[in-house]
């Protein structure tokens, strides 16, 4: 039973199977070194899904940051920035070569500010929101200057912006259905860009591996390449491809977990491996 978890923190495999999250905070134990997955193929298992990383880009709290913009090099938009945070970073990563920044005005940083003293945040949430906002910010007059400082198209930018402070102030649709509470509009110089890419040295991106050996969808058994399950050996969790491979949702791994460790002991137990 190969239960070891998965490969976040074997930075061999990882730029092997799934180069574009070489750079993330690797999230897990310094257990998740591959080592169930590659016993596993040396006994003839396959594997699937084992370029599938999911990236948490949370930014709420505070809930200014979700008020604000994501934009990519092109200075465009590609996300309602109130999505799961696991949603925002495979859009950074799988569609935006890994570089995003969020852009925010005056007002949304001094509400930010105001947020970070909310009692009922835990530590984690309040110093990593004052950290960010006190080291992790460009700051420009103009969004041209500040476009010219993170290098982002400021034509892309500007006409981003434009659209974005008319969908805020209610003259127009917000194009990817961001719900006016969640809008405020960038309009109150200085302007500030905050780096949100996998790289970000002041907000790291943690990434979690999902790809594994392949196994049996009724008994966890390993497939071998042919897709032939192999007797006596079973491959669970994070070692394995399960429910949360192809999109990780907050609880999807645990139970998953739980699930195929399950499985595959109720299979061997009646097999009497
Ligand atoms: C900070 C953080 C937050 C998370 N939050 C969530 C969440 O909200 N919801 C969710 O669903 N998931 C979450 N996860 C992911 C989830 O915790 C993991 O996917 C899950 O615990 C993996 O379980 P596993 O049994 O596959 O591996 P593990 O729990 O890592 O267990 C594998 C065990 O095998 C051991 N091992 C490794 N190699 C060997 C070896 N060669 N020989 C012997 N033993 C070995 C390891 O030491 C470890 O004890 C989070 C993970 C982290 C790090």
């Given at each position: ?20 999250y ?16 590659l ?9 699937a ?9 949370f ?8 008020q ?19 949603t ?7 569609h ?11 007002t ?7 947020q ?5 945040l ?6 990593v ?10 700051k ?7 476009a ?13 912006i434009?659209?974005y ?21 960038i ?17 790291p ?69």
């Amino acid at each position: 039973m190969l239960s070891a978890g998965g490969f976040i923190m074997n930075p061999k495999m990882v730029g092997h199977f799934a180069p574009a999250y070489a750079s993330g905070m690797p999230n897990g134990t310094l257990g998740d070194q591959g080592s169930g997955i590659l016993l596993g193929m040396s006994a003839g298992g396959s594997t699937a899904l084992m370029d599938k990383v999911s990236a948490w880009r949370f930014i709420n709290p505070p809930k200014a940051w979700a008020q604000a913009i994501a934009v990519s090099r092109e200075g465009t938009r590609f996300v309602d920035e109130t999505v799961y945070g696991a949603t925002l970073g495979e859009h950074i990563v799988d569609h935006h070569g890994g570089v995003a920044w969020l852009i925010y005005d005056q007002t949304l940083r001094d509400t930010a500010f105001r947020q970070a003293r909310d009692k009922r945040l835990v530590p984690f949430q309040r110093d990593v929101t004052l950290i960010n906002l006190l080291f992790n910010a460009r700051k420009a007059k103009t969004i041209a200057r500040l476009a010219g400082k993170i290098g982002v198209d400021p034509t892309g930018l500007a006409r981003t912006i434009a659209q974005y402070n008319a969908a805020a102030h209610g003259s127009a649709a917000d194009l990817f259905g961001k719900e006016p509470e969640d809008m405020r509009p960038i309009e109150t110089g200085p302007y500030y860009a905050m780096d949100i890419s996998i790289d970000s040295r002041f907000l790291p991106l943690p990434v979690i591996t999902f790809g594994g050996l392949r196994v049996a969808e009724e008994s966890g058994q390993v497939l071998d390449s042919g897709g032939k399950p192999i007797a006596g050996l079973y491959a669970a969790g994070r070692t394995a491809v399960g429910i949360a491979s192809q999109t990780y949702v907050s609880g999807l791994s645990f139970a998953d977990c739980f699930f195929s460790g399950r499985r595959a002991a109720r299979h061997a137990a009646r097999a009497n491996v």
